[in-house]
T-cell receptor
């Protein structure tokens, strides 16, 4: 594809439900990042993959959050037992380079609303 | 904790004026600095990068970096209503770790 895609674009979940958010990075991009952006805030780092290896998951807010990238391309961010404070836009970005380089390719985000 | 501070605004400037956006950061090891523009409901878009002390100009945008003061700024000359957006500062922390974003400054350019 031409860019990073994410699905679904919008998700409404009832508190306690599990959700899965998908990210399709640009083909060939080895690095993939997940960020969480609450309303009125900047993006907060969640986790980072290089190929299929999850190199940094220090930003995951709790053990209810889990991310995977089993074949080094598509990634899924799973949130178990969703809470209202999980309501945010979840952004995925991919890159050819190491994480210290500016991220040029963000996906459109998934807006999660937990009711 | 690596922190990035930005005035949340809103910063209102008249069309044609210079908008000045400021950012301070705590990680002295940061080497690379990025400015993103984010329109409401859209994803961040990389607009400027700066790596050395001093000024870097790109069209109507100028980034300024002072590592000793741990300060980076973005100037937008001849501001246009289409520049109205949130501007995010993102230093690259030391240790090859992912970007840390500030909360952003909301800019409103009044026609």
């Amino acid at each position: 594809g031409a860019g990073v895609s994410q699905s679904p674009r919008y998700k409404v979940a009832k508190r306690g439900q599990d959700v899965a958010l998908r990210c399709d990075p640009i083909s060939g991009h080895v690095s993939l990042f997940w960020y969480q952006q609450a309303l009125g805030q900047g993006p907060e780092f969640l986790t980072y993959f290089q190929n299929e290896a999850q190199l940094d998951k220090s930003g995951l807010p709790s053990d209810r959050f889990f991310a995977e990238r089993p074949e080094g391309s598509v990634s899924t961010l799973k949130i178990q037992r969703t809470q209202q404070e999980d309501s945010a836009v979840y952004l995925c970005a991919s890159s050819l380079a190491d994480p210290g380089v500016g991220l040029e390719y963000f996906g459109p985000g998934t807006r999660l609303t937990v009711t | 904790q690596k922190e990035v501070e930005q005035n949340s605004g809103p910063l209102s400037v008249p069309e044609g004026a210079i908008a000045s956006l400021n950012c301070t950061y705590s990680d002295r090891g940061s080497q690379s600095f990025f400015w993103y523009r984010q329109y409401s409901g859209k994803s961040p878009e990389l607009i400027m990068s700066i790596y050395s002390n001093g000024d870097k100009e790109d069209g109507r945008f100028t980034a300024q970096l002072n590592k000793a003061s741990q300060y980076v700024s973005l100037l937008i000359r001849d501001s246009q209503p289409s520049d109205s957006a949130t501007y995010l500062c993102a230093p690259s922390p030391s240790g090859n770790t992912p970007l840390v974003f500030g909360k952003g400054t909301r800019l409103s350019v009044i026609a």
